[in-house]
């Protein structure tokens, strides 16, 4: 492991450890804790875990990869309880932070209505490309589970504290924002927890299907879930670019995209039989015809219908700087439009402002950009995997880091850390197709590897979900 990933599992380790008493209903609250979010912002401490320096002043020493899921592992086979069919159940479906996107149209087909029940978080607000609800599906909120606590959080908050006072001098505990956000996380915790208890209690569920076990909303849920015997499913709901937002593994079984997956996993310590190959429902759409076609959107967008279209990608201003090389180093600006899709895509981005001739997606679909495409440009992102799964050739600005997974490791030139020399390689790629063979087998080699496609994924999951129905 890198020095950084080390120190990062190291320490979380050791915050498990200080805070393994506190507990509530027989949970240890800091294994149901959303970990990253804790240390987000203390930036004294993420100095501090690329140096060699700091692995001394851990108490977790020497890990190896599997450390952190193998405690987990003892965790949850602690609390597990045999799990029993429960015909006619819920099928439950628990959207956390909008990331469950199931398409309207996969929930019609494939989803009984009157034994599917569609759990979301209470004040979230939706982003504007979010999936709309299902028409005749019922949604509820988690606080028509809710009861009173009050008194517990309070009690439990009160521990907490006491064992922060313990490490008086301790890099992550002293951070105001980890205090805040833990206190916040402590109530979130308890809430669900009794929130659970109440719909296990209420009604039989089957199965439940989550997008992501890493915040406490949903680590809970699934955690309580396998105290009663329920199975759970967690769906991938973007490519594993680093392990921090992904492991540890904590539902029965993981929706995953592909053989990379399977095999990252297995090296981190989770076992084969915790993995199923499904894909993600949304991206049985990539392939439907777009709500608009390439002519109507080269009209609203005002591009030049003789050239080719390219489709770049940014994160906010992240990578500003390198975006910014990559627009300078092209020679080829004249022979294409550059269509800019950023993520949140709310607000112009400040390289249109630098760049004048580069044209805003703004109020525009994303599988509707990547039809009208020819050539797709991003950072390390879920994007890359479907605009190659709709055919289309993909260049991508790579940028290992702490924890990085190597996803695009097999796309060989066409993934390149240096802005510059991605730029060169894109000029010739559009100036004369000069890697038009070399890109074409790359992208078909790898989406063979990285998501399989003989049968969609609505259907391969619905065969997973036939073992509990």
Not at 202 to 208: A, G, L, T
Not at 411 to 435: C, H, R, V, W
Request: net charge positive; hydrophobic share 35%; with cysteine.
């Amino acid at each position: 492991m890198d020095t950084f990933s080390k120190n990062y599992w190291g320490l979380y380790l050791d915050f498990l450890d200080d805070f393994k008493g506190l507990i509530y209903k027989g949970y240890p609250i800091a294994y149901l804790c959303h970990y990253r979010s804790l240390i987000r912002g203390n930036k004294r401490l993420m100095a501090n875990l690329e140096s060699d320096a700091f692995t001394k002043k851990l108490k977790s020493k020497g890990q190896q990869p599997t450390d952190v899921q193998a405690t987990f592992n003892t965790f949850k086979a602690n609390i597990q309880k045999k799990q029993t069919k429960r015909k006619g159940g819920k099928v439950v479906l628990h959207d956390v932070y909008d990331l469950l996107r199931f398409p309207e149209k996969t929930l019609h087909k494939h989803f009984n209505k009157s034994t599917t029940l569609i759990l979301e978080e209470k004040g979230r607000k939706k982003r504007k490309e979010s999936f709309p609800r299902a028409k005749g599906f019922t949604y509820q909120s988690f606080s028509l589970y809710r009861v009173d606590a009050a008194d517990a959080i309070k009690k439990v908050k009160r521990k907490a504290r006491d064992i922060i006072a313990s490490h008086p001098e301790h890099p992550m505990y002293i951070h105001k924002e980890f205090q805040k956000r833990f206190m916040l996380q402590i109530e979130k915790i308890i809430n669900r927890i009794n929130e659970s208890i109440q719909l296990f209690q209420r009604m039989s569920v089957s199965v439940i299907i989550v997008p992501s076990t890493h915040y406490p909303e949903s680590r809970t849920l699934v955690m309580m879930a396998a105290k009663y015997g329920i199975p759970t499913v967690c769906m991938q709901h973007g490519i594993i670019s680093g392990e921090f937002g992904y492991l540890p593994k904590i539902a029965d079984i993981d929706a995953v995209y592909g053989p990379f997956e399977k095999d990252w996993f297995k090296a981190k310590g989770v076992k084969a039989t915790g993995m199923e190959i499904i894909g993600h429902p949304r991206f049985d759409l990539i392939n439907k015809p777009p709500s608009a076609s390439r002519t109507k959107l080269t009209k609203k967008l005002g591009l030049d219908s003789s050239k080719r279209n390219v489709l770049l990608i940014v994160r906010g201003q992240k990578k500003y700087k390198e975006w910014d090389q990559f627009l300078k180093k092209l020679t080829v600006k004249q022979k294409v439009n550059i269509i800019l899709k950023d993520f949140p895509n709310h607000r112009k981005h400040s390289l249109l402002k630098s760049h004048s001739y580069i044209h805003s997606s703004i109020g525009h679909k994303l599988y509707d950009l990547i039809h009208m495409s020819d050539v797709v440009v991003t950072y390390f992102s879920t994007v890359a995997l479907e605009a190659m799964l709709a055919g289309k050739t993909v260049f991508i600005l790579d940028s290992p880091f702490g924890g990085y997974s190597g996803y695009f490791s097999k796309m060989g030139k066409l993934s390149q850390e240096d802005p510059k020399k991605l730029a060169t390689l894109f000029s010739d790629y559009i100036q004369a197709n000069k890697m038009k063979i070399y890109a074409d087998r790359t992208v078909k080699e790898f989406v063979s590897y990285a998501y399989p496609t003989k049968q969609s994924s609505s259907k391969r999951l619905m065969n997973l979900l036939k073992r509990w129905l």
